[in-house]
């Protein structure tokens, strides 16, 4: 039995970068089409940043109710660091981007002019979303160092309690569709370069790049002069293969072992690249959030 809810069609549209729709309607000359583009992205930025504003706010409240000697004192230090070397800091506004249609539409008119005024408009955003997508890495990073990866997984227990892994069955038990449109606009809020198939039993996004961790592999964040850490050892923040950059430990935590908790399976499956490896990651959601063969499909040593 078919059970197939897209066209191909349809799944090539959903799987568009909207940067790249808002290019070519402009040099078409459609502006009504690249404004469409333009909002969706732009509303996926926004939601990107309200959940890493939150995230930052997460750790310092985690730290501070952890007690740890010198605990919010360190992260302290580290934003401090931070700031001064971030290669991103330097173009760091009072506030996020401006909307699409003042920035890029009431700033220019002529196609020349349009097509720079997104690429500003683009660069701002990709700098913004990467500078606190590092900054949570290196806060993360100082709790691994002083404290192990138990304290890290504590930590992001204690993040993802706040946000959307505290809420796994809610999200799991939206419709389908919503779920997958929803990743789709998380995922293009930072900038992923995406495909979305579906099957029968599943949709499999496949980035390529993915736009946080790839990302930060190929703009060289794990060296100098941020030198974000790895986690090195098999534990419960690198499915217990060790070698995971500091930022994708929280997959191992919120979509593994917290979505089991609530839900009986992972969910959704992120298969992540192993260690510094920029290669295609791939995120599979069944159309069954509890499908027992979504715990099959979870990254393991092998």
């Given at each position: 039995m078919n059970s197939r809810m897209f066209s191909d069609e349809?799944?090539?549209?959903?799987?568009?970068?909207p940067w790249v729709v808002a290019e070519e309607a402009l040099a078409a000359g459609d502006r009504k089409a690249a404004e469409t583009a333009l909002s969706g992205l732009e509303a996926g930025c926004r939601s990107q940043m309200d959940r890493y504003v939150s995230w930052v706010a997460n750790i310092f409240e985690g730290a501070a109710e952890r007690g740890r000697p010198g605990g919010t004192a360190a992260l302290v230090q580290t934003t401090r660091r931070f700031f001064a070397v971030s290669p991103d800091a330097p173009f760091l506004e009072p506030a996020d981007p401006a909307a699409a249609a003042t920035a890029v539409f009431e700033r220019s008119t002529g196609t020349t002019e349009l097509g720079?005024?997104?690429?500003?408009?683009?660069?701002?955003?990709?700098?913004?979303?990467?500078?606190?997508?590092?900054w949570i890495s290196a806060l993360l990073g100082r709790i691994y160092q002083d404290g192990g990866p138990d304290e890290l997984e504590w930590t992001l227990r204690y993040c993802?309690?706040?946000?959307?892994?505290?809420?796994?069955?809610?999200?799991?038990?939206?419709?389908?569709r919503t779920q997958l449109e929803g990743f789709v606009h998380l995922l293009h809020g930072h900038f992923a370069e995406l495909e979305v198939v579906e099957d029968d039993s599943k949709f499999v996004i496949e980035q390529d790049p993915c736009g946080t961790?790839?990302?930060?592999?190929?703009?060289?964040?794990?060296?100098?002069?941020?030198?974000?850490?790895?986690v090195t050892e098999a534990h419960t923040v690198t499915w217990n293969r060790g070698t995971t950059t500091i930022y994708r430990s929280h997959i191992p935590v919120w979509?593994?072992?917290?979505?089991?908790e609530a839900i009986g399976v992972p969910w959704p499956v992120n298969q992540?690249?192993?260690?510094?490896?920029?290669?295609?990651?791939?995120?599979l959601l069944y159309k069954d959030p509890r499908n027992p063969e979504a715990t099959a499909g979870v990254p393991t040593v092998g």
């Open positions: 349809e799944m090539a549209q959903l799987s568009r970068s720079g005024a997104l690429d500003e408009w683009l660069g701002s955003w990709r700098r913004t979303i990467d500078l606190h997508r590092d993802g309690r706040q946000g959307m892994a505290g809420a796994v069955a809610e999200h799991a038990g939206r419709p389908v961790c790839t990302r930060q592999v190929t703009d060289g964040r794990f060296g100098p002069p941020l030198n974000l850490p790895m979509h593994v072992a917290m979505a089991i992540c690249p192993h260690g510094l490896d920029a290669g295609v990651c791939r995120i």
